[in-house]
């Protein structure tokens, strides 16, 4: 079980990294990651986020919309209700955390709640909700899943916020200047995580 | 502005994803294909389509505070009914776009429109710039998927091209790495032409992209 855990864990890390393999919250990849605390407060933000979603949308899930009785039958399928109810459960979840934290947690509020807005329409969270329904996970390992794919996108966000600095001082041809060269320079991240393939595989066996 | 000029505006002058940057994630994820991308374009034009309709319809009726919510309701309805489509009618293509026909909802050029667009003008108008803003992504994203389809399998919409069956493919390209690398450099090039014909335009991701950025507290904090 722990073992299972972990390789979830460090697979969404290092290998399914959600920026630099999946694709998913590149806006933010691009857009927070041009100052180090910046990005590390953006990151702080999707990890907690991202775990309260599936926390929440994991038993709404398998409880009201496709619950299952001992037989192993579908109670009813509601199954189709999954995008509205997912999207609009995680919308309601960021302003709730942003209400409760000005009021409570305000040092906490200072630091992450500049980003929690934009968290809304962060594709990543809404991803990581419905990619842990789809791989049929419990919800200890989809707890393990969401936290993994928030610290992979730490990951992705610190050392690409310091690819970005060096790339700053960088003189690239003027039509690369700006947008461009800074997806290329994504585009050599990425090829360093490929780099992680089957690393997991290896050190924790076929579980 | 004229209607047919609403419905040019994105396919070249404001095109979605070279010159404004938005929906940078689908653009990335799916366009290993140039058959992918011809069916997330689709879809993904679909929505923007009839959320711009729908919106447009209501902007008189949805209060100005809770507007994200119910533009993402509107929108997350059109999402689930192109599912159910493409489920029922293209299993093959909800197989290879996975989890992003779902995320379709979260789209930032759908968002976008309904917050640049449709929320201020009439149905009819916002229909045509759904549709002209659909084409220019569904067009981006062929040609993205061509690229690196040609490149890195040496197929083309799935058929073989002769003159390639016996060289040696380029697989970098449909990595995720070949992904960004195509995007920037697909992008240096429209920014080559730009430049050559006089009409920059200036590219951010950081708040002006940013779909939320009038509903955001942060006022270019995150930057």
Redesign the interface.
Known sequence: MAARLAAIFFTMILVDNYVLVKFLGICPFLGVSKKLNSAVGMSCAVIFVMTLATAVTWPIQNFLLTPVDEAGNLKWDLGYLQTIVFILVIAVLVQLVEIVMKKYMLPLHKALGVYLPLITTNCAVLGVTVLNIDNGYNFVESIVCALGAGFGFMLAMVIFSGVRKRLEEAQPPKCFEGLPITLVAASATALSFGGFGGLIENIFGAI | MSKFQIFTNGLVKENPVLRL?LG???T??VTTMAFNGLGMGIAATFVLFCSNIAISLLRNVIPDKVR??AY??VI??F??IV??LVKAYVPALDKSL??FL??I????II?GRAEMFASKNKPLDSALDGLGMGLGFTLTLVLMGSIREIMGSGTWFGMTIPFLADVDKFTFMT???????T???L???V??IE?KTGNKKE????CE????KS????KG???
Not at chain 2, 105 to 108: A, G, I, L, M, Q
Not at chain 2, 175 to 181: D, I, V
Not at chain 2, 209 to 212: A, E, F, I, Q
């Open positions: 940057v940078t994630c689908p990335l994820a994200l919510p993402i309701t997350a309805t999402v689930s599912q159910m996975g989890v779902p995320l909802v979260v789209n930032c968002l990595t995720p790495a070949g992904g960004f690398f995007f920037g450099c992008m240096a090039l920014i080559f430049n590219r951010s991701i950081g992209g940013c779909p939320s509903v955001c507290g942060a904090g995150c930057e």
